[in-house]
T-cell receptor
């Protein structure tokens, strides 16, 4: 089946540093790429998304970039804070599966004070 | 608005028992999905319903059945539970799939002994 690869699986940064998480996808028909944050024991919640007609999107400390030619997209968090500690998932839409989301395996981000 | 509501939140089953996980959304969304989440595996699609009256298999459908009861409700049934089905189950909905945000329920933590 189609794959979404996510790296790294764990990431530890000092408060105030930047964090970058990268994903690649294989379905060339994918056109929607959201990022979800999941805190321990909670549901995944959308933090930012990007569509295939856009190369970059920013929302305060969070930005996402998309390279459709290379089939990869990245999440950038600047000025990290301890409350950014969570598991982050990238996803790509699957047009042949009702546009359900195909998720990466997640990145556990730890921000230490 | 409650968003996406799942019941129950926790369940313990014995091998071979059956149960139905309930999911309802009050956002008038067309598309609904069932995912399972296992440690280190991300979220994997079990079944989806692109619109009322349709259901289709996802990545890991074996051992499960679904019913799209109406536009609001999408249930997941385990006919004969197995220990391999121990997982956290999330229901999600989106307006129509494509490039619209998927909203998740709070999850059901299922243990099969």
């Amino acid at each position: 089946g189609e794959n979404v690869e996510q790296h790294p699986s764990t990431l530890s940064v000092q408060e105030g540093d930047s964090a970058v998480i990268k994903c690649t996808y294989s379905d060339s028909a994918s056109n929607y790429f959201p990022w979800y944050k999941q805190e321990l024991g909670k549901r995944p919640q959308l933090i930012i998304d990007i569509r295939s007609n856009v190369g970059e999107k920013k929302d305060q400390r969070i930005a996402v970039t998309l390279n459709k030619t290379a089939k990869h997209f990245s999440l950038h968090i600047t000025e990290t804070q301890p409350e950014d500690s969570a598991v982050y998932f990238c996803a790509a839409s699957m047009p042949n599966s009702g546009y359900a989301l195909n998720f990466g395996k997640g990145t556990s981000l730890l921000v230490t004070p | 608005n409650a968003g996406v509501t799942q019941t129950p939140k926790f369940q313990v089953l014995k091998t071979g028992q059956s149960m139905t996980l309930q999911c309802a959304q009050d956002m008038n969304h067309n598309s609904m999905y069932w995912y399972r989440q296992d440690p280190g595996m991300g979220l994997r699609l079990i079944y989806y319903s692109a619109s009322e009256g349709t259901t289709d298999k996802g990545e890991v459908p074996n051992g499960y059945n679904v019913s799209r009861l109406n536009k609001r409700e999408f249930s997941l049934r385990l006919e004969s539970a197995a220990p391999s089905q121990t997982s956290v189950y999330f229901c999600a909905s989106s307006e129509w799939g494509g490039d619209t945000e998927a909203f998740f329920g709070q999850g059901t933590r299922l243990t099969v002994v």
